[in-house]
């Protein structure tokens, strides 16, 4: 499964890549990137469920 961030909603506030930084880091611009290709293990599940939970504009998801 794969992790998407929906630029659209998301308002920039930084807390996914704040508290996940293995899996999301902040773009010179100021977006969050998603650095990695495939949840393909329990602890990166793990780690992508909790930024899912933090962020504020419900802008994360994912996706089979
Ligand atoms: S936590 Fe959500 S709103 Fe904040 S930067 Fe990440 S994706 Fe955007």
Redesign the pocket.
Known sequence: MKLK?DLDK????????YNHPEI?RMQDNGD?EIIVAEISTPELKRHAEQAIE????M??SLED
Request: proline share 12%; net charge neutral.
């Open positions: 961030i998301c308002i920039r506030s930084g807390e996914c890549y999301i969050p933090v962020c504020p504009a802008a994360i």
